[in-house]
């Protein structure tokens, strides 16, 4: 199957000797917004994605509140759409890795694992992963009982007795998909109350095989034979541990920004790139948008708004 | 696109070949499986003559699934002279697939 989104080596080395308008870091839905703005203003869009179009949407489920699809839509389908409609506008997409960027030169230069890039302007777009508990064992028991996607691995735990760790809107949305497969889920949460909106709050009240374990965090996890056979969990409100036999563990403990590649050439803040209101960085000609940056609310509605203004601003730079 | 191999072909194909063998455990209902399709099919191309690249639908293989403690999909495991060599779990992008066939 040749995909629509991988662009061939003629062109990607092509693209090697041309100065790039507009390079978009990342192809999730801040990144592939943006690269759709940019092309309709008229310039060169150029999306480097290290994996496959879509970020984090792509394997969403499904989704629930993003406008316009009323009774929900697959995450892979809405990227997928994304991904088409940029690439209908003249959007390039090249499937590497970036390592590095020197946004002081002029034009800016962008490092891959497979070759060097110029463009006048960059958008960063790389968005955000899932964060590790941070725990002995957690790699090796990664596949084998630790796990990062609840509707993936959830199949793999019928009738058993797995534990969500988390208390914002995936860990509770895990907890309720898992509950009607798993004969047990505990819910792990460090706070003494859930984090997730309301709607997911309420679909949770009433579900009987699933117990919440408040202030409590996970300590160590336990392997028999090579795969999970527990966790130990620490009340930190009474001091007390104890050890809770389960097959699963499914971690949704929050996400960190992707910010390495940048090696401190932008300003972070808490550890996410400081942009202002218009997308623009500490570095002049290169924007932000999406979950890599900073804001008050990490959605796909406010990845695509990010993304847009962050080309208008672009395409601004580029005229100035 | 890569073939799905059966249960009854895994043998042959996959444990009796004289190539190494990357096989993508996946699921039809998978959002990763389904993102990390196109980038196998780039390593498929590229290592074609000295290595294979197949597909075990989890659903439809389940002995499979089970006989190599597969719990997570993607799971993306290479088989050398009939024994599961190296594998990895989750997205991957195309070096790290490369890099995983040796």
């Known amino acids: 199957m040749e995909s629509k989104n991988h662009i061939p080596e003629s062109q990607a080395s092509k693209a090697c000797t041309d100065?790039?308008?507009?390079?978009?870091?990342?192809?999730?839905?801040?990144?592939?917004?943006?690269?759709?703005?940019?092309?309709?203003?008229?310039?060169?869009?150029?999306?480097f994605e290290r994996?496959?179009?879509?970020?984090?949407?792509?394997?969403?489920?499904?989704?629930?509140?993003?406008?316009?699809?009323?009774?929900?839509?697959?995450?892979?389908?809405?990227?997928?759409?994304?991904?088409?409609?940029?690439?209908?506008?003249?959007?390039?997409?090249?499937?590497?890795?970036?390592?590095?960027?020197?946004?002081?030169?002029?034009?800016?230069?962008?490092?891959?694992?497979?070759?060097?890039?110029?463009?006048?302007?960059?958008?960063?777009?790389?968005?955000?992963?899932?964060?590790?508990?941070?725990?002995?064992?957690?790699?090796?028991?990664?596949?084998?009982?630790?796990?990062?996607?609840?509707?993936?691995?959830?199949?793999?735990?019928?009738?058993?007795?797995?534990?969500?760790?988390?208390?914002?809107?995936?860990?509770v949305a895990d907890a309720i998909f898992l509950a009607r497969l798993c004969e047990k889920v505990y819910l792990v949460h460090r706070r003494d109350r859930l984090r997730a909106?309301?709607?997911?709050?309420?679909?949770?009240?009433?579900?009987d095989n699933v117990e919440i374990l408040w202030n409590t965090q996970v300590r160590r996890l336990f392997a028999d034979s090579?795969?999970?056979?527990?966790?130990?969990?620490?009340?930190?409100?009474?001091?007390?541990?104890?050890?809770?036999?389960?097959?699963?563990?499914?971690?949704?403990?929050?996400?960190?920004?992707?910010?390495?590649?940048?090696?401190?050439?932008?300003?972070?803040?808490?550890?996410y790139v400081k942009a202002d209101e218009t997308g623009k960085t500490s570095a002049a000609g290169v924007f932000a948008a999406g979950d890599v940056r900073t804001k008050a609310l990490r959605q796909i509605t406010t990845a695509v708004a990010d993304g847009s203004v962050a080309a208008e601003s672009a395409a601004e730079f580029l005229t100035l | 696109?890569?073939?799905?191999?059966?249960?009854?072909?895994?043998?042959?194909?996959?444990?009796?070949?004289?190539?190494?063998?990357?096989?993508?455990?996946?699921?039809?209902?998978?959002g990763p499986c389904k993102m990390i399709a196109p980038t196998l099919e780039e390593v498929a191309a590229e290592v074609e003559g000295r290595a294979k690249v197949y597909k075990v639908d989890i659903d439809q293989s389940q002995d499979i699934a089970v006989r190599y403690g597969v719990m997570s999909v993607p799971t993306l495991v290479v088989f050398e002279d009939g024994q599961p060599a190296r594998q990895v779990v989750g997205v991957q992008f195309k070096q790290a697939l490369l890099s995983l066939l040796g």
């Open chain 2, 1 to 30: 696109m890569s073939e799905i191999v059966s249960s009854a072909d895994f043998q042959s194909k996959v444990l009796d070949s004289d190539q190494p063998v990357l096989v993508d455990f996946f699921a039809t209902w998978c």
């Open chain 1, 197 to 207: 909106t309301a709607v997911y709050n309420k679909r949770l009240e009433g579900i």
């Open chain 1, 51 to 171: 994996i496959a179009p879509g970020g984090q949407l792509a394997t969403t489920e499904h989704v629930e509140n993003y406008p316009g699809f009323p009774d929900g839509t697959s995450g892979f389908d809405l990227a997928f759409a994304m991904k088409q409609q940029a690439d209908n506008f003249g959007a390039k997409t090249i499937n590497e890795e970036v390592v590095a960027v020197d946004v002081t030169s002029t034009p800016k230069r962008i490092d891959t694992a497979f070759g060097s890039y110029e463009a006048s302007c960059i958008i960063v777009a790389t968005g955000a992963r899932p964060r590790k508990l941070g725990v002995p064992l957690e790699d090796e028991l990664a596949g084998k009982g630790v796990s990062y996607c609840a509707t993936c691995d959830g199949n793999f735990f019928r009738g058993k007795t797995v534990a969500v760790v988390g208390g914002g809107n995936t860990a």
């Open chain 1, 19 to 47: 100065v790039i308008d507009v390079a978009v870091i990342g192809a999730g839905p801040a990144g592939m917004t943006a690269a759709l703005y940019v092309e309709r203003a008229g310039f060169d869009a150029v999306m």
């Open chain 1, 226 to 271: 090579g795969k999970l056979a527990g966790i130990e969990v620490e009340n930190t409100a009474e001091h007390s541990t104890q050890k809770l036999p389960c097959e699963g563990v499914f971690v949704a403990v929050g996400n960190e920004p992707n910010v390495e590649f940048l090696q401190g050439a932008l300003e972070l803040e808490g550890g």
